[in-house]
């Protein structure tokens, strides 16, 4: 009940902001700063409403911690900011974006919460028994094409020299170790006996497929803009992954820009350089 009344405190606050963005939106004259403080004013009430909805434990130790270390880098920036000299729009503006990355890093550190309801019910016994027999399509179609693109990559990288093929062919076996780890996982769980050792074979079958064909194509394109292409792409899709893919997902995970994140990337660089020069 206590819960139920506070959300309708919400919903109606809501409501109001809501309503008064409309009519900053409708004047003829638009106030940017005004519709700009209503729409923040509209996202803590949603953001609030939902951990109202999902029932948020309270902050633990370790997440006040981490708010704590958010908050002195936000102060110590917004510090720098008002030293300097408001002439310099440059070095404004480059701090100015230093202290938003920080006041993200707050928002992040204090939207993180445990939920108390955040497990789905469980459904009844037979229908969780019919839906177990889907065999996930689509997660095995996504691991196979990854698979011929890794095979494809491995099988440029020999093409051009044979060290390089090595390296790929190193770096590709842990991607895939733990690829085919979660893969295997979620394939044992709705499929079982020769079916599901045969949807396990595929991704390997298709990269060493995959990998003979980039190798032994690789030497009539070669001295072409096919191969220009082939190779562009090779490395395009590399560094989407790592990029785009990887280290997203690992500050989304830390909740923020850890410092051991780019470590960890430019160690890897390190033992690639060195791997290249010695073998």
Same mark, same amino acid.
């Given at each position: 009940?206590?819960?139920?009344?506070?959300?309708?405190?919400?919903?109606?606050?809501?409501?109001?902001?809501?309503?008064?963005?409309?009519?900053?939106?409708?004047?003829?004259?638009?106030?940017?700063?005004?519709?700009?403080?209503?729409?923040?004013?509209?996202?803590?009430?949603?953001?609030?409403?939902?951990?109202?909805?999902?029932?948020?434990?309270?902050?633990?130790?370790?997440?006040?911690?981490?708010?704590?270390?958010?908050?002195?880098?936000?102060?110590?920036?917004?510090?720098?900011?008002?030293?300097?000299?408001?002439?310099?729009? #440059?070095?404004?503006?480059?701090?100015?974006?230093?202290?938003?990355?920080?006041?993200?890093?707050?928002?992040?550190?204090?939207?993180?919460?445990?939920?108390?309801?955040?497990?789905? #019910?469980?459904?009844?016994?037979?229908?969780?028994?019919?839906?177990?027999?889907?065999?996930?399509?689509?997660?095995?179609?996504?691991?196979?094409?990854?698979?011929?693109?890794?095979?494809?990559?491995?099988?440029?990288?020999?093409?051009?020299?044979?060290?390089?093929?090595?390296?790929?062919?190193?770096?590709?076996?842990?991607e895939m170790c733990f690829l085919g780890y979660s893969f295997a996982?979620?394939?044992?769980?709705?499929?079982?006996?020769?079916?599901?050792?045969?949807?396990?074979?595929?991704?390997?079958?298709?990269?060493?497929?995959?990998?003979?064909?980039?190798?032994?194509?690789?030497?009539?394109?070669?001295?072409?803009?096919?191969?220009?292409?082939?190779?562009?792409?090779?490395?395009?899709?590399?560094?989407?992954?790592?990029?785009?893919?990887?280290?997203?997902?690992?500050?989304?995970?830390?909740?923020?820009?850890?410092?051991?994140?780019?470590?960890?990337?430019?160690?890897?660089?390190?033992?690639?350089?060195?791997?290249?020069?010695?073998?």
């Amino acid at each position: 009940e206590e819960v139920a009344a506070r959300l309708r405190i919400w919903l109606c606050r809501l409501q109001a902001h809501s309503a008064a963005l409309s009519r900053l939106a409708s004047a003829e004259a638009v106030d940017r700063e005004a519709v700009d403080e209503e729409v923040h004013g509209i996202d803590f009430l949603v953001d609030s409403a939902r951990r109202i909805v999902k029932g948020a434990e309270p902050m633990d130790r370790r997440g006040a911690n981490r708010l704590r270390e958010a908050v002195a880098g936000l102060i110590d920036h917004i510090e720098q900011l008002r030293k300097m000299d408001m002439a310099e729009v #440059r070095d404004l503006e480059r701090q100015l974006r230093r202290s938003g990355a920080s006041l993200r890093l707050v928002h992040s550190a204090a939207e993180r919460a445990t939920f108390r309801r955040w497990a789905p #019910r469980p459904l009844p016994e037979k229908k969780e028994e019919e839906k177990a027999t889907v065999v996930p399509s689509g997660l095995i179609v996504a691991v196979v094409v990854d698979s011929a693109i890794d095979g494809m990559l491995i099988g440029l990288a020999g093409s051009v020299a044979a060290n390089s093929g090595k390296l790929m062919a190193v770096a590709t076996t842990f991607e895939m170790c733990f690829l085919g780890y979660s893969f295997a996982c979620s394939i044992r769980k709705v499929v079982q006996g020769c079916t599901g050792c045969l949807i396990l074979a595929m991704p390997p079958l298709m990269m060493l497929v995959s990998s003979a064909m980039a190798c032994v194509g690789a030497g009539y394109v070669e001295h072409s803009p096919a191969f220009s292409g082939l190779i562009a792409f090779a490395m395009v899709a590399v560094l989407f992954l790592v990029f785009q893919e990887l280290l997203v997902e690992a500050r989304e995970k830390e909740g923020g820009d850890a410092w051991h994140i780019g470590l960890w990337l430019y160690a890897g660089l390190l033992l690639s350089i060195q791997s290249d020069m010695f073998f």
